[in-house]
């Protein structure tokens, strides 16, 4: 992977703590290994920044670093959370995004994960056919897409990490060059990570997308298990199909545990009421025992999923996304079962690529992501005016307004505190945290039928295949 990627934590391997890494320009000496270019995104928790690496081994290789903003209690980044981080360095997959370095700044504990660079996301993908070229996404590249997803999917959940917030955005896809059309899923493992220490930034406005939760977290479950990411792949996949989310509640401020009855509402809408019959363990939901008016009380005829996906209710594609969307998370369909559907055995067949389709079928060309060249890492100032950036990037001018990476519609959070660049080191976390401690990845919650001792073993053995199925096997012939 790329520079220092095993090397522990980075860099100058300066493990003080009183600001000795600064350089005279007040840089921290880690950023020294690279050329940042500028914001490309926004998210809940911080600002994402393009970089390329200027070790001679890698030079000039792309990275995505996401800057944790503090909390507004100025506490920074726990241990307990730079375990979990550490133990994230560990997984590798072909369909997981990398994190390859981690930097902490130790004044105040604030955080920045260094992962490879993908030029297009799903929201992206999504976003250019239903707005500029107004056709669906073919066929081959749905179910492409769809497959990696689950792939990387079933990986990490093998590994006892649930995503938790899969959404459009962060999944990503390579552009050019030998991975190209490679789907990576990003911001894996971070949920836990965010709640505790690094808490959403709730007051500054933050609105957090709701539309791909599960009903069981909607209703407030305690305990919940990798199906609530399936649920989030259902979304996703009717998503792709139909070019619109599938269930847009309206979005509400962050707050600790929120109660999303529009959300809820518009699930109900498409799918009809759940009933005690068919997910016997909703009796025990906090909003369902207490909100006897709305959720209970309020009958919801069952649409039908098929008025909104268009797809014909005989087809695999349905048959795979009514599994994914049951309601009862015992029920619905894990990753590893949904990568054995029909659906993946029918032509087209999903291949590695998932952006060049088969031939005839017309390759689109996704913009790449439009990069803020006025925006460095405090988040605030002028790096320099806007210019080219090499390497296929768009400019800063081509952008809405002078900060303006495209609103998403999912987070937009006030610009963060100025932080402290002085006594920014990076530092071997792995011994630091206690890694190869044998330790469990802070009580990640564990997926349905892994046995925990196993997990240890799994996390470490890096076999991007992980004994599950690979692509399906005619698929060949189009990687
Ligand atoms: N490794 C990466 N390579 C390229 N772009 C990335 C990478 N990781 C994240 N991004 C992009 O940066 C932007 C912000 O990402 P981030 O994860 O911070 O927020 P988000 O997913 O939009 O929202 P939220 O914080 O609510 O999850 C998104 O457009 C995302 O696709």
């Known amino acids: ?142 179910k492409s897409l769809l497959w990696q997803l689950l792939n990387g999917l079933n990986y990490l ?12 955005s962060n999944i990503l896809v390579m552009g050019d060059g030998e ?26 406005g933050v609105v957090v997308t709701i539309w791909y939760r599960a009903p069981e977290l909607l209703l407030g479950a305690k305990h919940y298990t990798s199906a609530v990411d399936m649920w989030a792949v259902g979304c996703i996949f009717a998503e792709l199909l139909t070019l619109k989310p599938l269930f847009q509640g309206a979005e509400v401020k962050a ?46 005829d069952n649409h039908g999923l098929h008025g909104f996906v268009h797809i014909s209710p005989k087809s695999p594609a349905f048959d795979l996304l009514s599994k994914m969307l049951e309601y009862d998370p015992r029920k619905r369909i894990t990753a590893a079962q949904a990568l054995d559907h029909e659906y993946f055995r029918l032509e087209p067949l999903p291949g590695r690529n998932a952006l060049v389709p088969s031939q005839g079928e017309k390759v689109v060309n996704y913009p790449t992501r439009p990069v803020d060249t006025t925006t460095d890492f405090e988040g605030t100032t002028s790096l ?10 768009a400019v800063a001018g081509n952008m809405a307004g002078v900060h303006g990476v495209p609103n998403r519609g999912v987070a937009r959070p006030i610009i963060g505190v100025r932080m402290q660049s002085q006594g920014i080191a990076g530092y071997n976390l792995g011994s630091q945290a206690g890694m190869g401690g044998g330790m469990n990845p802070g009580g990640i919650p564990m997926q349905r039928g892994v046995n925990p001792q196993a997990h240890q073993q799994q ?17 060949q012939r189009r990687m």
């Open 255 to 300: 707050t600790p545990n929120p109660f999303q009855l529009d959300q809820l509402d518009k699930i109900f809408k498409v799918l009809g009421h759940p009933t005690i019959e068919k997910w016997p363990t909703l009796a025990n939901l906090p909003h369902w025992q207490n909100d006897l008016q709305h959720i209970q009380g309020h009958k919801y």
């Open 157 to 168: 959940h093998s590994n006892w990490i649930i995503h938790r917030d899969l959404k459009p």
């Open 179 to 204: 991975e190209q059309g490679v789907v990576k899923i990003a911001d894996f493992g971070l949920a836990r990570v965010y709640q505790a220490p690094l808490k959403p930034l709730s007051e500054n």
């Open 1 to 142: 992977m790329g520079d220092g990627g095993n090397r522990g934590l980075v860099s100058s391997g300066n493990s003080n703590h009183n600001g000795g890494n600064s350089n005279s320009s007040n840089k921290p000496e880690w950023l020294l290994q690279y050329d940042l270019i500028g914001k490309i995104g926004e998210g809940t928790y911080g600002l994402v920044f393009l970089a390329r690496t200027k070790t001679p081994s890698n030079r000039g290789k792309s990275i995505a670093i996401k800057k944790f903003k503090q909390s507004k209690d100025g506490d920074g980044v726990s241990p307990t959370a730079i375990r979990e981080i550490m133990l994230l360095r560990e997984i590798t997959h072909e369909n997981v995004v990398k994190l390859v370095n981690v930097h902490i700044n130790h004044t105040d504990m604030s955080l920045y994960l260094a992962f490879d660079y993908a030029e297009h996301d799903l929201y992206e993908i999504i976003r250019h056919h239903r707005d500029k070229v107004n056709h669906a996404i073919n066929q081959y590249t749905v």
């Open 384 to 393: 320099q005016p806007s210019q080219p950036v090499s390497s296929g990037n």
């Open 459 to 475: 996390l470490r053995r890096k076999d991007p295949g992980m004994g599950m199925s690979g692509y399906p096997q005619q698929k």
